[in-house]
Nanobody, 115 residues
Framework: QVQLVESGGDLVQAGGSLRLSCVASGGIFRLNDMGWYRQAPAKQRELVAFITSGGQTNYGEAGKGRFSISRDNAKNTVYLQMNSLKPEDTAVYYC????WGRGYWGQGTQVTVSS
């Protein structure tokens, strides 16, 4: 069982930056593939960024160009650095972990970008 706790969501002006954090407990973090997804009101959840246990990264359309995912295995934490934020980035951002074929979700952190 993996538990995920996100933090770092906030209200920010367009053009600003935020760094989201997700701390994992349970299991062996360094073996987890980790990701960030987001869901805006009345929209489907979409991939923002993903990082494998080996450090390979993959970005969804939502995360290409302005966002960067990283991980610190010593801290059991995955980060999402978001730059040049736009109002359309407003959403609940969810942390995701995949361990031994099972997926786990955090409860989400709200990011609101004002114009």
């Amino acid at each position: 069982q993996v538990q995920l706790v996100e933090s770092g969501g906030d209200l920010v002006q367009a053009g600003g930056s935020l760094r989201l954090s997700c701390v994992a407990s349970g299991g062996i973090f360094r073996l987890n593939d980790m990701g960030w997804y987001r869901q805006a009101p009345a929209k489907q959840r979409e991939l923002v960024a993903f990082i494998t246990s080996g450090g390979q990264t993959n970005y969804g359309e939502a995360g290409k160009g302005r966002f960067s995912i990283s991980r610190d295995n010593a801290k059991n934490t995955v980060y999402l650095q978001m730059n040049s934020l736009k109002p359309e980035d407003t959403a609940v951002y969810y942390c995701y972990a995949r361990q031994w074929g099972r997926g786990y979700w955090g409860q989400g952190t709200q990011v609101t970008v004002s114009s």
